[in-house]
């Protein structure tokens, strides 16, 4: 007879063991030999709804790297919807390898895959990927968001998003400075991709005085010179003297090199995942006085957007009011983070929670 083992004796290294740890409700291996696609599809928790969340496409070092990406965020798009208000859960998918194999028999093939879930992960952009895959996906499974408008979709979300870290930065500025009022404020914004674009356009219509950077010098020098912000080398950025540092890039740049060399206020940026350690640079952003603005909360603008066209009635105007909104919700985990003295980071999480857990218990995982 099999024996089934009590989950304490499960090794944290396993599978199994790991998406204990991190309190999955799935992970879902994918291969394909005809296309070679190999894709991982985490579901985190669909107590709200269906798991919604991107696909990443990397070229990983290993089959780990990969589990641990698609773990850490799928877990973390739970919380961000739950967070946003809206009725779906937790999920993402990661493909493994270069994106320079993606071809429509690809992309196609891993719709099939997102499909054969019955809609309980709902896919969307994320690294690496174009609204040109997310048509190919289309022709396989209805079960996918951030299509172009052209197709009925919602088309570029992040408009959204830069208004959403927007919201977000001006209810930091609250907590820290007693306004929300941006104008003179020294801001130093690193990323002007996507999101920091339209972020700095809202920035300088308040009249706040923008540092930008980038690595991309073209494009630096553009915006620079579209907005009037002061461009600077990507390496000084983290010493400047500034009230608000808003990350725009990449992950961690909360870290032990630049947690010191930080002089502003406030960090507030569209990001995900600033704080290398959570716990850690969390506490110590608390030490140094700094408010810090949770990134899953104030970047879900662009989730919101997707999350509408996916549930239907899609209409721009009610997701800016809806977005508008992470305003209100900062201001309450930044309450919840100074009565409780823990990082706002561990204060939207367990706010995240305490959602899915009244939820939960009034209806059944989807
Ligand atoms: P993007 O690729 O359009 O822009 C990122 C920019 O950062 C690029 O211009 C790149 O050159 C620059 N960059 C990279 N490394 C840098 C460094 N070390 N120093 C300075 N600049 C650097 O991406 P995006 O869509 O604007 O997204 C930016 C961040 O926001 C990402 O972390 C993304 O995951 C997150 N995010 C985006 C959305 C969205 O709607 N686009 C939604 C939620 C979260």
């Known amino acids: 007879m099999l024996e089934i083992k009590p989950t304490e004796t499960v090794n944290e290294g396993s599978i199994f063991g790991q998406i204990i740890k991190m309190d999955h409700e799935q992970l879902v291996i994918c291969n394909d030999q005809a296309t070679g696609l190999k894709a991982l599809i985490g579901i985190h928790n669909t107590v709200l709804g269906p798991a919604l969340g991107g696909t990443r496409m990397w070229p990983y070092a290993s089959e780990q790297e990969a589990i641990t990406d698609v773990l850490r965020l799928s877990r973390g798009m739970t919380f961000k919807n739950a967070l946003a208000g809206l009725n779906l859960g937790g999920g993402k998918a ?111 219509k308040e009249g706040a005085e923008v540092i930008v950077t980038d690595i991309f010098e073209e494009k630096l020098r553009e915006v620079a010179k579209a907005t009037g912000a002061q461009a600077v080398d990507p390496n000084v950025i983290y010493d400047l003297p500034m009230d608000i540092y808003s990350p725009n890039a990449l992950g961690a740049t909360i870290n ?84 409780e003295n823990i990082p706002a980071q561990q204060a939207a999480i367990e706010t995240a929670k305490a959602r899915i857990e009244s939820i939960g218990r009034v209806k059944l995982p989807f």
Request: aromatic residues 8%; glycine residues 14%; charged residues 25%.
């Open 94 to 204: 990661v493909i493994i390898g270069d994106p320079k194999l993606k071809n429509e028999a690809f992309m196609r093939r891993f719709g099939r895959f997102v499909e054969s879930l019955g809609g309980r992960y709902v896919t969307a952009e994320d690294v690496n990927m174009k609204t040109s895959d997310m048509e190919y996906i289309a022709m396989e499974t209805r079960h996918v968001a951030g299509l172009p408008e052209i197709k009925g979709g919602s088309g570029d979300p992040s408009p959204v998003t830069g208004f959403g870290v927007y919201m977000g930065m001006k209810a930091a500025a609250k907590k820290a400075f007693g306004s929300d009022s941006l104008s003179g404020k020294k801001i130093g914004v690193q990323g002007v991709g996507q999101v920091g674009k339209y972020l700095i356009e809202y920035l300088i």
């Open 256 to 339: 032990d090199e630049t947690i010191d060399r930080l002089k502003c206020a406030v960090i507030a940026g569209g990001a995900n995942n600033q704080l290398k350690d959570e716990d850690k640079h969390g506490k110590l952003l608390i030490q140094k006085g700094i408010v810090y603005a949770p990134d899953f909360l104030i970047n879900a603008g662009g989730v919101i957007n997707v999350g509408m066209e996916y549930l239907g009635g899609y209409n721009r105007e009610i997701v800016f009011q809806q977005t508008e909104k992470i305003y209100e919700t900062c201001m309450t985990i930044f309450a919840k983070s100074e009565k």
